[in-house]
């Protein structure tokens, strides 16, 4: 790389857009569940949280709907 094209002297700062990406919400979920996505984060090496994003994700973009059934 060319001296004048030295990053090692720049200043950093924060990404500006940063917050935009994501939205930080506190969720109930049954121990269960974050048990299963930790233990499938542990297989994958993926952050749970992470997974469980990546889940809904999926959910949203397929239009994913669920279907339950009230038993009388």
């Not at 720049?10 to 048990?35: D, F, G």
């Not at 984060?41 to 949203?60: E, K, M, R, S």
Request: overall charge positive; hydrophobic content about 35%.
């Amino acid at each position: 790389m060319k001296d004048e094209y030295d990053l090692s002297k720049m200043k950093s700062r924060p990404n500006p857009y940063a917050k935009r990406l994501k939205k930080q919400v506190t969720l109930r979920m049954s121990e269960h569940v974050v048990e299963y996505f930790k233990e499938m984060a542990g297989d994958t090496d993926i952050p749970y949280q992470n997974l469980i994003n990546f889940y809904l994700i999926d959910c949203v973009t397929s239009k994913r709907k669920l279907q339950m059934v009230w038993s009388s």
